[in-house]
């Protein structure tokens, strides 16, 4: 089958291997469509694939099921997404569909820009019956499955005014999902493609930071007072000393974004502002409900796609993502 590999240095190339093997905890799944991640920019930009046997990174992948074990709950022919991080199932983090903390978790998030890819039943995601392929990567994978985690660890966010940090895919999932739950969502980036498109995904307004100072404009929008909410969809530290600035006394910070590092001033943000922070990570078999019932109530998560590119054209979708003028990105194959 055909895969493609991250070479590293903005470059891409497809490779020839074999197409994986079925087994009695293994589904296959004939790709139809895999989206990008954020979390492939650097192994697209800057040094590829490290990992032996590894390719790529994607793990957002929707298909048609081509062989399962024969006691499972899958057939062939089934439309399935995947859910890529998986328990052991016996746990007390599994049993609570907390699976992301199980101890003795596995990972399927790599090589799904390819022609067939193989996954753990507990992963098996059955799509709703006429999804179309695209809008089924972002409702199974973690398009969704991160902002709808984020929100039910918010709980109730109805009225209360939230600041998206970035709106790079995962940030603007943040900024539809919580304005359908009826927050007042206002975004912030550098690129003015991505503040627009905020708009049009239910923000009621965007701060473009290459021209506007980020705590005068939060100032502005909350008559003084900070922001209720500010969700960090950004990689850097220094993200989380804004989100310090901007946000209101006993406020929340909220993080989805990967970075490893920053320092803080607990005194400042703890003891003087009393302010909570915390996060979320990926999705749970404990989301998935939530997430199709948030499609099956209308939520537009179609409008996060703004490319969907022939897998043929890898090299042109991972330019048109990591160019930044672009929302979701979407491969779809034959
Ligand atoms: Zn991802
Ligand atoms: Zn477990």
Redesign the pocket.
């Known amino acids: 089958m055909k895969i493609v590999k991250l070479d590293g240095k903005g470059q891409t190339s497809f490779k020839e291997i074999a197409k994986p093997e079925g087994d009695d905890q293994h589904v296959i799944i004939k790709v139809k469509g895999s989206a990008l991640?954020?979390?492939e920019i650097h192994t697209f930009k800057d040094h590829g694939v490290v990992r032996e046997g590894m390719y790529n990174a994607g793990?957002?992948v929707v298909g048609v099921i081509e062989s399962a074990p024969l006691n499972s709950l899958y057939k062939a022919g089934m439309r399935v997404g995947a859910c890529v991080v998986q328990g052991c199932g016996r746990c007390d983090f599994c049993q609570a569909g907390y699976e992301t903390a199980c101890l003795n978790k596995t990972f399927y998030a790599s090589n799904g820009h390819a022609e067939y890819f193989k996954l753990g039943l507990n992963g098996v995601r059955v799509l709703p019956d006429n999804i179309d392929w695209p809008t089924g990567a972002i409702l199974s994978?973690?398009g969704l499955g991160v902002p709808v985690r984020a929100s039910r660890r918010l709980g109730d966010t109805a009225g209360k005014k939230i600041l998206v940090l970035g709106l790079g895919p995962i940030g603007l999932g943040n900024v539809l999902v919580q304005a359908f739950k009826g927050a007042e969502v206002m975004g912030a980036d550098f690129v003015e493609y991505r503040t627009e498109l905020a708009g049009k995904l239910g923000a009621v307004g965007s701060i473009n930071l290459s021209k506007q100072d980020l705590k005068e404009a939060v100032l502005e929008w909350t008559a003084g007072k900070g922001a209720d909410i500010v969700i960090l969809a950004v990689g850097k530290a220094e993200a989380l000393l804004s989100a310090v600035e901007v946000v209101k006394h006993q406020g929340t910070i909220f993080q989805v974004a990967e970075f490893t590092s920053a320092t803080i001033n607990p005194s400042a943000m703890f003891v003087a502002k009393e302010l909570t922070m915390t996060g979320s990570w990926y999705y749970t078999s404990a989301d998935w409900p939530v997430m199709l019932d948030l499609y099956s109530k209308g939520l537009a998560i179609d409008k996060l796609i703004t490319h969907v590119i022939p897998f043929e054209q890898a090299q042109e979708a991972f330019e048109i993502f990591v160019s930044g003028n672009s929302g979701k990105v979407v491969m779809s194959y034959n």
């Open positions: 991640c954020g979390t793990h957002e994978g973690d």
